[in-house]
């Protein structure tokens, strides 16, 4: 049998009152949740909470919500008894139940409290066996009710004073539920947890809103925060929404049924079309932020790229790539772990990187407004913060344009990182490789960035920065290396 709400008030210890010093709260005074005597401490619904006077006047009534939850507001400074009332039937009364009576009895074990009370089923100050008789009566359906009622309940003196207020935590027992074996039934239908969708940042001055649609309840859109915004129908989980550029926007997704609501909320930020460069940017196709940092003449990402679905390279010999041109995006993450790929970008065969063309400075897997850099370009840089470099070369040159471009520290790259500042902001880590055979190295020694220019048919040009050296290095690799990938802004 289930119980919806059999109610038994007693203060939880040590949670009788919280005084707010210097900061009167008029409303409300007393506030509390009812739970029912068992394991689960199981929140009662729509319990008939009472305030009354100490002389027993009933002066408000109050039901719980859903969480079990009460209060009482602007009560006048004095003495009140909390107690509760309830017509619904009792539940959980069973065989064991008058066991536990009896072994009480006979002195096997000792209630106390409220497991007493609910025991002493005819309410004259004792538990014997004909209480546990009794019980057993109810249990066969041989009686419909106890002496004493249906519920027991135990009365709570509290006290109110200017600038308090209480929190009184209550709990419940049916008569004759000594194990507390009762789950009462909550409030129905719940609300399904609402889910605003991810959080957007578009380009422009719209957008389609991703609500979940409820299975219980109703949903309806409102603006938290913002100006301007407007929502083509609130009550449709994935509305269009529009609003200014330039602006952002906190919106609530609301489901609400009898019971009560819950809501989730969505930030919406609208950028507008024109770019800043050292201000961060996000990737419309899959929302990753990027930094970004002008070095000299040129606008490049302070991050290594990271989009796509990754692949597992495998390690089988032989020179091979594991991507394909299948019109999606590929990437290896190291040690085919994708949380390598969080932290320091994805790792691309030149080949995917390109887009499966072969043009120096084509925009390849690059977001708009951003292409891969050429050789040339890397020139630009690499000359920019050293000008002794010597782009025509193969490996390091120059004396220390590799070290004001390498994060400074030993979080991401080995000791001892020589002559790493990160002066020019570019923020490279050692982001390590994968070799054309499938195997991944060189994590925090080295990092390897592709150029969009080809050395041969096969091969193609590449920066690279290791932890014992300060100098920059240009050289070319076999296009199935999984190396990593900066853009640098179009003109």
């Known amino acids: 049998m289930v119980l919806t709400a059999c109610l038994l008030l007693t203060v939880v210890q040590g949670l009788i009152a919280q005084f707010i010093q210097n900061n009167p709260v008029p409303c409300p005074n007393i506030t509390g949740r009812l739970t029912y ?34 209060s009482f507001c602007q009560l006048t400074p004095g003495d009140y008894i909390i107690s509760a009332v309830s017509s619904l039937p009792a539940g959980g009364i069973n065989a064991a139940d008058a066991l536990i009576a009896l072994r009480h009895y006979v002195g096997d074990i000792t209630l106390t409290g409220l497991k007493f009370k609910a025991a002493d089923i005819n309410d004259n100050g004792y538990v014997n066996s004909t209480d546990a008789l009794m019980i057993l009566r109810r249990y066969v359906e041989q ?12 009365s709570n003196a509290v006290n109110i004073t200017n600038a308090s207020v209480l929190v ?66 609130p009550g449709n989980p994935l509305s269009a929404f529009s609003g200014v550029a330039g602006n952002t926007y906190t919106l609530a ?17 609208l950028n507008t079309p024109s770019f800043n460069c050292g201000l961060p940017f996000t990737d419309t196709r899959d929302g990753q932020v990027y930094n970004t940092v002008q070095i000299g003449t040129q606008c490049w990402m302070r991050e290594n790229l990271n989009i796509g679905t990754m692949v597992v390279s495998v390690n089988y010999g032989g020179f091979h790539s594991d991507c394909s041109n299948n019109g999606i995006i590929e990437k290896y993450c190291y040690n085919n772990d994708p949380a ?62 590799g070290g004001k471009m390498k994060k400074a520290g030993f979080d991401h790259w080995l000791s001892p990182n020589i002559g790493a500042t990160n002066e020019s902001g570019f923020t490279a880590l050692g982001t390590g490789s994968r070799y054309p055979e499938g195997q991944f190295y060189d994590l925090s020694q080295r990092t390897n960035v ?22 920059a290095g240009r050289t070319y690799n076999n296009k199935v290396n999984g190396l990593s990938v900066r853009c640098v802004r179009n003109n």
């Open 37 to 70: 005597f068992n394991n689960a401490a199981t929140p009662l619904y729509d319990a008939q909470v009472q305030l009354k006077t100490t002389a027993g006047q009933v002066l408000q009534t109050i039901a719980t919500d859903y969480l079990g939850q009460y």
């Open 340 to 401: 390598y790929c969080a932290i320091y970008g994805g790792l691309y065969d030149w080949d995917e990187m390109m887009g499966y063309t072969t043009t120096p400075g084509v925009q390849g897997i690059c977001p708009d407004g951003w292409h891969i850099p050429s050789d040339a370009e890397w020139c630009t840089l690499t000359s920019f913060l050293d000008p002794t470099i010597n782009c025509a070369t193969l490996g390091y040159s120059g004396t220390n344009a």
């Open 253 to 269: 997704w609301t489901i609400t049924t009898i019971c009560t609501a819950f809501s989730d909320t969505v930030t919406i930020i």
């Open 168 to 233: 009184v935590d209550f709990k419940a027992l049916c008569y004759g539920d000594l194990d507390g074996s009762v789950t009462p039934a909550g409030c129905f239908p719940m609300p399904t947890p609402a889910d605003a969708g991810p959080d957007q940042t578009v380009t422009g001055t719209s957008t389609t809103l991703a609500a979940n649609t409820p299975v219980d309840g109703t949903g309806s859109w409102s603006i938290v925060a913002g100006t301007g915004g407007s929502i083509a129908e």
């Open 143 to 154: 009686i419909t009710t106890f002496p004493a009622g249906d519920w027991v309940f135990e």
């Open 450 to 471: 592709w150029s969009s220019s080809e050395q041969s048919a096969i091969t193609g040009f590449h920066v690279y920065l290791g932890y014992t050296a300060a100098r």
